[in-house]
């Protein structure tokens, strides 16, 4: 339930939109009013468009999300149990982490194409990093003498991972998680700014192209709302599932 101050804050930025729109201290070409940008969204709803662009979207996220975890997860694993991985690999992975997705982009089309598999490429290529530094992050920072408890207890490898190493590990990784969720959202207009047909980056693109600024608002804003649903349905699964992790969730707004 959003709180009072949360809802006072978000009017206040429409009411200072509409005052910058109606007094005329932005052109209403390049700011139109939120009434006109709400109308806007509702034709579009009307005539599926909004709905058909959406779920493109979605879609792309999803699958360049799952993928990013599928990867990042196991190499981190690896990259804590192999110190000679770790010693030979590390260089060339921080090498890569400064370089921004979308300046692989004209690679990515040479190499996957024009298709659905180098939109996802860059979604991936957006979060993995994230989520795999708080993977291994979250490894490499267990307390060594948890470890050392739990084998004078007597635990196996395997106990002594999912009873000591993985718990002490979470709050790192769901920092990642919900981190790396954020930046899928972040590439998504980058994604399919070129060679793309539908999906929201795509018809905010094609709005600009046509100067409907309008529409381009309207974009930007159903981006900005399906983030956030997918923020907190992130955070509402992990609370479900371990409660404990609630306060840790908040170390990813910083």
Known sequence: MPRPITIAVFAAAVGLWWL???????????????????????DLVASGELVRHSLVSLRRVAL?????????????????????LRAGFEPLLEFLRQIPPLALMPLLMLWL???????????????????FLGVRGGFAAVDRKLIDVGT????????????????????AIVVGLRIGLGYSWRALVGAELIASS??????????ENLARTDIVLA?????????LLADHLLRLAIRRLAP????DLEMARA
């Open 219 to 227: 974009g930007i804003l159903v981006i900005g709302v399906l983030g």
């Open 64 to 84: 360049g999300y799952g993928l990013a975890i599928a990867l990042a997860v196991p190499l981190a694993l690896l990259f804590v149990l192999s110190r000679p």
């Open 20 to 42: 910058a729109s109606r007094s005329g201290w932005v052109s209403a070409f390049l700011l139109p009013a939120p009434g006109t940008v709400a109308e806007t969204m509702g």
């Open 198 to 207: 539908a999906g929201l980056g795509y018809m905010i693109v094609d709005a």
């Open 152 to 171: 004078v207890c007597g635990f196996s490898r395997a106990e002594t991972m999912l009873r000591i190493v993985l718990p002490s590990a979470l709050p």
């Open 113 to 131: 194409g024009i298709g659905e598999a180098q939109k996802i490429g860059i979604i991936v290529l957006s979060c993995f990093f994230p989520i």
């Open 244 to 247: 404990w992790l609630a306060s």
